[in-house]
């Protein structure tokens, strides 16, 4: 279970994250929705410990402490950014030696994401597209409980998007729960999601896929 408790985060005189709750009890996926500068991103990174909170409180499995919890969580951050020089053979090979981990999972992940070719290839030539594979491949490393993905459709091409699509329905088979942010409603092809809208940093509304005026009523909240 994740919970998330009045969390706040402000930049200088902005306030980003305003007094954010939630709690995701139940394994499945959670799509966060709303406009550039709505919190999305800040709120992922402050679950993660990616950066600290002015105030509130995460807790994962009832664990507060980032430092214990970390291990459970897979990060797919927005953008993806690491030492350009480094190739992605190298970019794994750090992964492996951080996580303790075979070469079989990480020859999984590059296989399912289509990654070969790129191994020798430093960082700053691959594309907007390959970074993105990249970045959820190492999000999937070491078997992760909790997936956080920031705007994850971004760059992919249709083929990527179908990979994504089914890896989200397979993993929450598997008991995972998933935080997905993006602004891509139509790419999203998972048959039950719970969506939660972000404005100002807030959250204004929840609404289940189910429903079919959902996308309408996310709409009419982000204006």
Not at 44 to 72: A, E, H, P, W, Y
Not at 127 to 137: D, N, Q, Y
């Amino acid at each position: 279970m994740i919970s998330i408790h009045n969390l706040s985060k402000r930049f200088g005189s902005q306030m980003v994250v305003n007094n954010f709750s939630f709690e995701a009890e139940k394994p499945g996926l959670y799509v966060f929705v709303g406009a550039n500068g709505s919190g999305k991103s800040t709120l992922f990174n402050l679950i993660s410990g990616l950066i600290l909170m002015d105030k509130g409180q995460v807790s994962l499995d009832v664990i507060t402490d980032v430092d214990r919890f970390r291990s459970k969580v897979g990060i797919s951050t927005e953008p993806f950014v690491t030492d350009p020089s480094l190739t992605v053979n190298e970019i794994f090979a750090i992964c492996r030696r951080i996580k303790k981990i075979p070469d079989a999972e990480i020859s999984n992940w590059i296989d399912f994401w289509e990654l070969n070719d790129t191994l020798h290839k430093p960082f700053k030539a691959l594309s907007t597209g390959m970074k993105k594979r990249l970045s959820l491949a190492l999000s999937l490393i070491g078997n992760p409980t909790y997936l956080l993905w920031d705007e994850p459709f971004n760059g992919l091409d249709p083929i990527g998007i179908e990979l994504l699509n089914q890896l989200a329905i397979d993993l929450v088979d598997l008991g995972k729960t998933i935080f997905l942010s993006t602004h891509l409603l139509g790419e999203i092809t998972f048959p039950k999601i719970q969506f939660l809208v972000m404005k100002d940093g807030e959250l204004v509304g929840e609404f289940i896929a189910g429903d079919q005026s959902y996308k309408d009523k996310i709409i009419n909240l982000l204006k």
